[in-house]
C-alpha cells in the first residue's frame, strides 16, 4: 500500500483529486464502525485553511458560562472561588480576608501570591478554596453539598486531619534523605501524576493505578483498573503510564509531572529512538499524548511500596475514576506514599 505508519497523517487518507475520504485505505486500516465515524466527518473545501473550532456549543461560538450563584457575573475561576458575593458568608468570618474589599485580583496567581507575602495561613486558604471548589461542583451535578456557613470549620478540621497523617520530619536533613517519603508538591502550575502497577498472582492480573495531585497535595483525581496478566513487569508499568497519561489528557491538564517507579518505561519515554521492546507500541502511543501538553516532566522514583495501587486496583473488576477523591481507606496511605 505504499505507507508507512509513523508517516501516515489524516492527508494520506483523503483522495487528492475527489477531496473525499479514500474509502479502501480506510476499510484497510479502521474497524467497520471507525470506517463509519471517520465517513461521517465531511470534509471542506480544498482551499480551506487549518483552524481551531469549538466544539462545545452548536453555534460554534465561544460562551462564557455566568454564575449559577449570584447570576450577575460571568464565572472565572477568581469570581467563583473569591469575589462572588454570594462567598461573602466565608470570607468575612475572618478579618485577615479583608483585603478581599479592597484590593482585586484578576490573577488567582496572584492571589496566592499576595495571602502568601502578607504571610496570611496559605494552608488554610488552599483548603478553604479546595472546599469551595468541590462544593460548586457538587452542586453543578446535582449532589448535595456542605453549606458556607459550614466552610471555614470544616477546612479547619480537614486540615488538622491532614496534620496528623503527615510522618514524622526526619531529626536531620542527611542520612536517609533518600528514602524519606515525605510529601513533595509539585512547583505550580505542574500537576503531579503518580501511577503505579501491582500483580496479583493469585488472579492472574495486575492492577494499574494513577492518583492526580495538586500543588497543595489535594486529590484531583484517582484511578484503578484490574487488566489480564500482562507478560512481563515492564508491560505492565508501560500500561500504568499510558492509563495515567490517558486520565490526565482526558481532564484536559496541560503541564503535569509523571511520577512512578519504572526506570525502564521513564527511559524509553524520553530516548529519541523507537522503541523495539514489546510494549514499544505503548511507548509510541504515551508519546502521542505528551506532545499534547503544554509541559510534561517524567521522574523515577524509588519506591519501597505501593500499596496504594495493590488497594485501589484489588477489588476493581474494571476500569473506576473516582473525581477529587480517592476512598476513605486509601487516604492515609496516599499521604505517606505520594512523595
Ligand atoms: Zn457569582
Known amino acids: 500500500m505504499g ?3 509513523p508517516k501516515v497523517r489524516v492527508n494520506s487518507l483523503i483522495n487528492a483529486q475527489t477531496r473525499n475520504w479514500d474509502v479502501d485505505l480506510l476499510q484497510a486500516l479502521f474497524k467497520p464502525e471507525e470506517v463509519q465515524l471517520i465517513r ?19 453555534s460554534g461560538t465561544y460562551t462564557e458560562e455566568i454564575c449559577d450563584h449570584c447570576k450577575s457575573h460571568s464565572e472565572d475561576i477568581v469570581h467563583a472561588l473569591w469575589l462572588c458575593p454570594c462567598l461573602n458568608e466565608v470570607w468575612e468570618a475572618d478579618t485577615g480576608w479583608s483585603f478581599r474589599n479592597t484590593v ?4 488567582f496567581q496572584k492571589l496566592i501570591l499576595h495571602v502568601e ?16 471548589w468541590h462544593r460548586r461542583n457538587q452542586i453543578k451535578v446535582g449532589n448535595s453539598a456542605t453549606s458556607l456557613g459550614q466552610i471555614v470549620a470544616c477546612a479547619r478540621q480537614q486540615l ?35 501511577y503505579n502497577g501491582a500483580v496479583f498472582q493469585d488472579s492472574n492480573s495486575a492492577g494499574l493505578g494513577a492518583v492526580i495531585l495538586d500543588s497543595v497535595g489535594g486529590v484531583l483525581a484517582s484511578l484503578a483498573e484490574n487488566i489480564p496478566l500482562p507478560q512481563t513487569v515492564a508491560d505492565m508499568e508501560a500500561a500504568a ?15 503535569i509531572v509523571l511520577k512512578g517507579d519504572s526506570e ?15 510494549y514499544g507500541n505503548l511507548i509510541e502511543e504515551i508519546r502521542l499524548h505528551v506532545d499534547s501538553f503544554l509541559n510534561f516532566r517524567i521522574t523515577h522514583v524509588k519506591r519501597k511500596r505501593n500499596s496504594v495501587t495493590h488497594r485501589l486496583a484489588r477489588h476493581v473488576s474494571d476500569l473506576v475514576v473516582w473525581m477529587e477523591e480517592v476512598p476513605s481507606h486509601i487516604l492515609p496511605v496516599l499521604l505517606t506514599e505520594a512523595g
Open 241 to 255: 503510564v499510558r492509563r495515567a497519561i490517558m486520565l490526565a489528557t482526558d481532564l484536559n491538564l496541560s503541564s
Open 3 to 5: 505507507i508507512e505508519f
Open 117 to 132: 507575602e502578607v504571610g496570611l495561613d496559605l494552608d488554610l486558604f488552599a483548603m478553604i478554596i479546595w472546599l469551595l
Open 40 to 58: 461521517g466527518i465531511s470534509l471542506g473545501d480544498v482551499s480551506a485553511r487549518d483552524k481551531m473550532i469549538w466544539p462545545h456549543t452548536q
Open 264 to 278: 525502564i518505561i521513564t527511559r524509553a519515554i524520553q530516548a529519541e529512538e523507537q522503541s523495539l521492546a514489546s
Open 104 to 107: 482585586r485580583w484578576d490573577d
Open 160 to 194: 488538622q486531619d491532614y496534620n496528623l497523617v503527615q510522618p514524622m520530619k526526619p531529626a536531620t536533613e542527611s542520612a536517609n534523605l533518600h528514602t524519606a517519603v515525605t510529601w513533595s508538591p509539585p512547583r505550580a502550575p505542574f500537576l503531579k501524576i503518580n
